[in-house]
């Protein structure tokens, strides 16, 4: 997916970074979300030895998959950090200064320490950087492939600085963006607010093709699913600042089964 996206965008290169946690000098317990569990000395490097020869090996395989035209020929680097890899990726970003952080998250069936809430969720809330999230069994592989894209909206002022981020990023791409506000009322206050969106990106936005929806009801993750179904949604975009639909609708263990519920990804901005 990063590379296909990169391709798109002009003078971009890809960094794939891996972090890894050896435990050897900190009393942080190692548990079931690290890969790697230690004892003395002499595992920690083995670990280091074999994380090296994983990611010379990944390194391998992409300019296999590139000379034979199965990636495009973008450039790429690769980095390992070892350390908590929440605080390693907050860390590294923040010095490098990406314009779009991916990453993979696994799917609704494994356990729950596997799940957003381990790292992705920790980038989501403390980092600025645009993020991607992709679960491990999404349907396609190539960010050319993505149609419909929900755009998740409460309304507000901050809601169309991250539009506009978004469409930074979407310009090459040919896409239909649907307006989305989740409502639990009636609340006729939002077909007004939202006659007056329509209105707005008619004027602003005039060759996107957008549709608009509103989805009421007390349950958010059906509401959300049947929405997706219907609509053949391949994206679900949000805004996180405060007072957004993310942080007022879903609480932190809502907002984990959403990102999975339907195996959809999810593109991350931040007003």
Same mark, same amino acid.
């Given at each position: 997916?990063?590379?296909?996206?990169?391709? $798109?965008?002009?003078?971009?290169?890809?960094?794939?970074?891996?972090?890894?946690?050896?435990?050897?000098?900190?009393?942080?317990?190692?548990?079931?979300?690290?890969?790697?569990?230690?004892?003395? %000395?002499?595992?920690?490097?083995?670990?280091?030895? $074999?994380?090296?020869? /994983?990611?010379?090996?990944?390194?391998? #395989?992409?300019?296999? $998959?590139?000379?034979?035209?199965?990636?495009?020929?973008?450039?790429?680097?690769?980095?390992?950090?070892?350390?908590?890899?929440?605080?390693?990726? @907050?860390?590294?970003?923040?010095?490098?200064?990406?314009?779009? +952080?991916?990453?993979?998250?696994?799917?609704?069936? =494994?356990?729950?320490?596997?799940?957003?809430?381990?790292?992705?969720?920790?980038?989501?809330?403390?980092?600025?950087?645009?993020?991607?999230?992709?679960? %491990? /069994?999404?349907?396609?592989?190539?960010?050319?492939?993505?149609?419909?894209?929900? *755009?998740? !909206?409460?309304?507000? #002022?901050?809601?169309?600085?991250?539009? #506009?981020?978004?469409?930074?990023?979407?310009?090459? &791409?040919?896409?239909? +963006?649907?307006?989305?506000?989740?409502?639990?009322?009636?609340?006729?206050?939002?077909?007004?607010?939202?006659?007056?969106?329509?209105?707005?990106?008619? $004027?602003? *936005?005039?060759? @996107?093709? !957008?549709? *608009?929806?509103?989805?009421?009801?007390? /349950?958010?993750? %059906?509401? @959300? /699913?049947?929405?997706?179904? #219907?609509?053949?949604?391949?994206?679900?975009?949000?805004?996180?600042?405060?007072?957004?639909?993310?942080?007022?609708?879903?609480?932190?263990?809502?907002?984990?089964?959403?990102? &999975?519920?339907?195996?959809?990804?999810?593109? +991350?901005? =931040?007003?």
């Amino acid at each position: 997916m990063a590379f296909h996206f990169a391709a $798109k965008m002009n003078d971009s290169e890809i960094t794939i970074m891996h972090t890894y946690f050896s435990g050897l000098y900190s009393s942080i317990p190692v548990g079931n979300a690290f890969n790697y569990e230690t004892t003395d %000395e002499e595992t920690v490097i083995k670990i280091i030895k $074999k994380v090296h020869a /994983d990611i010379e090996g990944l390194s391998k #395989q992409l300019k296999e $998959k590139i000379k034979t035209g199965i990636l495009p020929s973008v450039p790429f680097s690769t980095i390992l950090k070892e350390g908590i890899p929440e605080e390693e990726i @907050l860390k590294f970003s923040k010095d490098y200064e990406p314009s779009l +952080i991916m990453m993979g998250t696994r799917g609704k069936n =494994h356990k729950e320490l596997d799940l957003i809430g381990s790292v992705t969720a920790e980038i989501i809330d403390r980092s600025t950087v645009p993020l991607f999230a992709i679960p %491990e /069994d999404v349907q396609y592989k190539d960010f050319t492939k993505i149609k419909n894209i929900a *755009y998740a !909206t409460s309304f507000e #002022q901050k809601d169309l600085i991250a539009f #506009q981020k978004m469409m930074d990023f979407l310009s090459p &791409f040919n896409v239909i +963006i649907h307006f989305i506000h989740i409502s639990q009322d009636n609340d006729a206050w939002s077909e007004i607010k939202l006659a007056g969106i329509k209105e707005y990106f008619k $004027k602003n *936005y005039p060759t @996107l093709e !957008t549709e *608009y929806h509103l989805i009421q009801g007390t /349950d958010v993750l %059906e509401g @959300l /699913d049947n929405f997706i179904a #219907q609509n053949k949604i391949d994206v679900i975009a949000l805004n996180t600042h405060k007072r957004n639909i993310f942080s007022r609708l879903f609480n932190p263990s809502i907002a984990r089964k959403m990102i &999975f519920h339907a195996k959809t990804p999810m593109l +991350i901005f =931040h007003a």
